[in-house]
């Protein structure tokens, strides 16, 4: 087996690899996801807001953000939340449960999981 040889086989080489990788990511009957997975998100805290590790919170999805709201005053928002979380919501009442799960006091941010 020459280097030309192995120059020739590439191409279908590539073809081969480029296949098996489509047909992997393609889903089928069988594909299942984990629905157990907990969902968090990154939400920066308001000024003057001194949250804790365990507090619940009620989450909004207001025009692309969400928002943490205990009684009527907003105490966090997540400007950049994920998507799937945001659609979640939207399909949902529009409102769910949060609680924090780690207060980040450098950077003035929270992690927040839905429950």
Avoid: W
């Amino acid at each position: 087996m020459g280097a030309e040889e192995l120059q020739k086989r590439r191409p279908s080489h590539d073809k081969y690899i480029d296949r098996q990788r489509v047909a992997l990511a393609t889903l089928d009957l069988f594909t299942r996801f984990p629905e157990d997975q907990p969902r968090s998100f990154i939400a920066v805290m308001e000024k003057g807001i001194s949250p804790s590790v365990g507090s619940d919170h009620i989450l909004q999805a207001d025009k692309g953000k969400l928002l943490g709201c205990v009684g009527n005053s907003v105490q966090f928002s997540a400007p950049n939340a994920p998507s799937d979380i945001l659609k979640a919501l939207s399909a949902g009442a529009g409102i769910a449960v949060g609680e924090i799960i780690r207060v980040n006091p450098l950077s003035n941010t929270v992690e927040v999981k839905i429950k």
